[in-house]
């Protein structure tokens, strides 16, 4: 229900192809509004909270970023230091009326639904794009061994803005495992 309501939130205020910033720890509410982002026709870019405000804000506009999604923790340092780009609390996305599944953005396999940012080898990072159709091929071959029902939980200790973070949530999700999440092993 959260999922549809942070997409409501999107749909309501006409929000669709833009590229929407996810920036904040690992958490549920992280999850929620990237799967709301895509969901809702946009695309998501994400962010290392962590890194220092030039960065992040050449990565805002290297990526074209219209909005940044964030925890309370983030969202004042965002607020204030991010130029040209509106900053929403976690909390205000799901303050909205749920919308229905048949209203969520019917994503095309050609559709990019992410970007990430390298991790910057050759001097600075660059934003990779990926299309649903590159998130779907991961599935199959990466969840694999998820398949045992002896595997009940999945502790996910990477930051989600890796692609090895979103890909294990993506992957345990397909394969209805719980996910643990924190702030550390």
């Known amino acids: 229900k959260d999922i549809l309501c942070a997409a409501g939130y999107f749909l309501s205020r006409n929000i669709k192809h833009q590229h929407i910033s996810v920036m904040a720890p690992n ?3 992280w999850l929620v509004t990237y799967f709301a982002v895509i969901g809702s026709g946009n695309i998501a870019v994400l962010m290392n909270q962590d890194l220092p405000a030039d960065i992040l804000q050449w990565q805002c506009d290297k990526a074209d970023v219209s909005m940044v999604c964030t925890d309370q923790e983030v969202f ?15 909390e205000e996305l799901k303050s909205d009326a749920a919308i229905t599944v048949d209203m969520l953005y019917d994503t095309q396999e050609e559709d990019t639904i992410q970007m990430l940012f390298t991790s910057g080898t050759t001097g600075k990072s ?3 794009e990926h299309s649903a159709n ?6 199959p071959t990466h969840g ?3 398949k045992s029902e002896k595997v009940e939980r999945v502790c996910i200790p990477v930051p989600f803005y890796h692609s090895l973070g979103l890909e294990s949530v993506s992957v345990s999700l397909f394969n209805a495992k719980t ?3 924190g702030r550390g092993i």
């Open 179 to 181: 996910i643990c999440i």
């Open 126 to 128: 660059k934003a990779v």
């Open 144 to 146: 694999v061994r998820l």
């Open 76 to 90: 004042e340092l965002a607020k204030e230091n991010l130029i040209g780009v509106e900053c929403v609390c976690f």
């Open 27 to 29: 958490s549920y509410d």
């Open 134 to 139: 590159n998130w779907k091929n991961v599935m």
